[in-house]
Nanobody
Framework: QVQLVESGGGLVQAGDSLRLSCAAS????????MAWFRQAPGKEREFVAA????????YFADSVKGRFTISRDNAKNTMYLQMNSLKREDTAAYYC??????????????????WGQGTQVTVSS
């Protein structure tokens, strides 16, 4: 079992930056890939970014490429999402996800078994 807790959401203006954190507990980070998804009201949950367990592989949705970065600190069992140049369309609840993956990452929501409760990000113009 892996427990995930997100933090760092809030209300910001367009163009601002925000950093989300996801603290994991329950087992070692070894072979655990992690990802961020988001869901806006009335829309499907969509993939944002993912990172391999060792941190050497990352993958981003086209909509955030060049603006968001993903990283992790396995010593702290924490993953981060640095969001720069935020836009109104980035407004959503952001969810942390994790699952066992010996190598690589995945971008499908059904590839991840463990989920956090979400943190809200609201971007005003």
């Amino acid at each position: 079992q892996v427990q995930l807790v997100e933090s760092g959401g809030g209300l910001v203006q367009a163009g601002d930056s925000l950093r989300l954190s996801c603290a994991a507990s329950g087992r070692s980070a070894t072979n655990i890939a992690m990802a961020w998804f988001r869901q806006a009201p009335g829309k499907e949950r969509e993939f944002v970014a993912a990172i391999s367990w060792s941190g050497d592989i990352t993958y981003f949705a086209d909509s955030v490429k060049g603006r968001f970065t993903i990283s992790r600190d396995n010593a702290k069992n924490t993953m981060y999402l640095q969001m720069n140049s935020l836009k109104r369309e980035d407004t959503a609840a952001y969810y942390c996800a994790a699952d066992s993956m010996e190598y690589g990452v995945a971008s499908g929501r059904y590839d991840y078994s463990y989920w956090g409760q979400g943190t809200q990000v609201t971007v005003s113009s």
